[in-house]
């Protein structure tokens, strides 16, 4: 590969768990790239050769290196399409890539990191980084990540597994950047482009991305706190559920349902109470797709403060989120319960039925 070596080394005894990581990560994305749009496709794709390459985010990328380097990776995708993902090797033992738990244990004195699950449309997720911190936030175990030597191309910035919550710094810058760079193109007048306006990018770009990736963090673990309250109001029948349904519309927007309620749980009411605009901002930078199509309320209130400052009709709909999206969840919950796949249709229509 061509990261740079320094980025690569490892101590004794763990000469090929980043390898072998980074091959259950060609595996995953082999198995989901074509779920992306050819735009979202090539521009997630452009900033993975970016990351691979260890190249500055303001450096000029050459579309004969990229595009090169694209036919390889889609050749080498396809030829571990019908493989399973590999065991990882922590000095002489073996372990299962998913059990998250036991590698850590072997990792932290190495101050490593490492995790795996699955995302969006059952994808799997893995990623091995440097441990930045590890910190209890709320009676949450939260463990921070700086430099990431292997990743997949969908890298979300934060996670939450069996109660401990993976907050990926280098991720997070990534995702700052990315949408920076999308506002860029035509500079709207828009959530995104009102957080940036509370930093320095144009002057000093490295300093305004780790200015704004220390400021996002903090609301990353409001919400991954909010999906761990959400988990444990919702109880094991609720992952079942939406195991049922992967990749599918259904499993989008029960996503959706269960990201609105932490939020109402957690992650609003802390940015609200906190009265930091950029954050509030950048929340709703983020707020896309399936979210706000079953939220307009939620997005008219914003539109409110935009335009008056009064923070008081967000707190209202916060208020009235927080119980209507437990109550649409429960429902459907219980409609899976009552008939698993012949209720798929009209658990899409409850959730369409109770856009709020």
Known sequence: MSLNAAKLRLPAGLETLRSNVQHNCHISDARSASDYTLCV????????????????????????????WLTAREELWESLLEQDFVPLEIDGHQYDPFDSEAINRQLEPHRLLYSAGYGNKAKPHFFLAR??????????RIHISSQELARDLSAPPAMSRQGEIF??????????????????????????????????????LDAALEKMTDTEIEALVLHEIGEVRAGEALGEVWREMLGSFPRSKLELMARA???HLADCLSTLPALL????????????????????????????????????????????????????????????????????????????????????
């Open 131 to 140: 441990l930045e911190n590890k910190i209890e936030h709320s009676g949450y």
């Open 257 to 259: 349902v269960r990201d």
């Open 41 to 68: 496709y090539l521009l997630k794709m452009r900033e993975y050769y970016r990351w691979e390459q260890g190249l500055a985010y303001g450096a000029t990328l050459s579309s004969q290196a990229i595009g090169d």
């Open 167 to 204: 907050i990926r710094r280098e991720s997070l810058r990534r995702m700052v950047w990315e949408k920076l760079e999308e506002w860029r193109w035509n500079r709207p007048d828009n959530p995104m482009g009102r957080a940036i306006r509370y930093y320095d990018f144009d002057t000093d």
């Open 273 to 356: 109470q906190r009265r930091h605009p950029p954050s509030l901002h950048f929340y709703f930078a983020n707020l896309s797709g399936m979210r706000r199509q079953i939220y307009p309320a939620l997005l008219k209130a914003y539109d409110h403060w935009v335009e008056y400052g009064d923070t008081r009709e967000l707190e209202c709909q916060v208020e009235a989120g927080r119980n209507h999206w437990l109550q649409v969840a429960e429902e459907l919950v219980a409609l899976h319960e009552s008939r698993v796949k012949s209720a798929w249709q009209e658990m899409e229509s409850l959730i369409e039925r109770k856009s709020l």
